[in-house]
């Protein structure tokens, strides 16, 4: 079963615009992991924030992590078209497992 | 660096046959994945190995076996296709199980008709 779920599953915005997803998980999780993969290429990774932590930030790339709702949000400043692709979230979950579990993504097109 | 790599990039395979995907890491990472890409849903995990010698099952293991040859080397074998197979593989590395980034090779398409 999916661990992650991810909302929207499809956005569209205009290049210069900010772009957010959000993911909703189900159990208790050691970190979570955003990352992007471009169509028909692997997963590149993005971002990871640690069950402590509530926010991080890396260039334009903003995450939020709530763990008593859990939910986090990835925010993509300024958007650019090389923005567009799918993204995923990840989560390790807090038991002995250690598994890395995706959700199933958000496909952003970014119009020029 | 070639980071991961994967091989065969695409393969067709006829229901009952069998096959081995084969996935190479040259980052000394102790922790290597399998995982399947499906349209319209995530990657769902199939096996992994948390350090040389040792494997586990994931959400999917059902229809495939899995071998750590060495720290480099993680394959994934089918034994008996079937046409629910037909997927994208993937095949990731890591440091460390669970604690953080995972590395990604570029994916083997495999079609069961």
């Known amino acids: 079963s999916q661990q992650g779920e991810e909302d929207p599953q499809a956005l569209s915005i205009q290049e210069g615009e900010n772009a957010t997803m959000n993911c909703s998980y189900k159990t208790s999780i050691n970190n979570l992991q955003w990352y992007r993969q471009n169509s028909g290429r692997g997963l590149v990774h993005l971002i990871l924030?640690?069950?402590?932590?509530r926010e991080k930030h890396s260039g334009r790339l903003r995450v939020t992590l709530d763990t008593s709702k859990k939910s986090s949000s990835l925010l993509i400043t300024a958007s650019r078209a090389a923005d567009t692709a799918s993204y995923f979230c990840a989560t390790v979950r807090g038991d002995s497992s250690y598994k890395l579990i995706f959700g199933s993504g958000t496909r952003l097109l970014v119009r020029p | 660096n070639a980071g991961v790599t994967q091989t065969p990039k695409f393969q067709v395979l006829k229901t009952g046959q069998s096959m081995t995907l084969q996935c190479a890491q040259d980052?000394?990472?102790?922790?290597m994945y399998w995982y399947r890409q499906d349209p319209g849903m995530g990657l769902r995990l199939i096996y992994y190995s948390a350090s040389e010698g040792t494997t586990d099952k994931g959400e999917v293991p059902n229809g495939y076996n899995v071998s750590r040859l060495n720290k480099r080397e993680f394959s994934l074998r089918l034994e008996s296709a079937a046409p629910s197979q037909t997927s994208v593989y993937f095949c990731?590395?890591?440091?460390?199980?669970?604690?953080?980034?995972?590395?990604f090779g570029e994916g083997s398409r495999l079609t069961v008709l």
């Open positions: 990731a590395s890591s440091e460390r199980v669970g604690t953080g980034e995972l590395f």
């Open positions: 980052m000394n990472h102790n922790s």
């Open positions: 924030i640690r069950s402590n932590e």
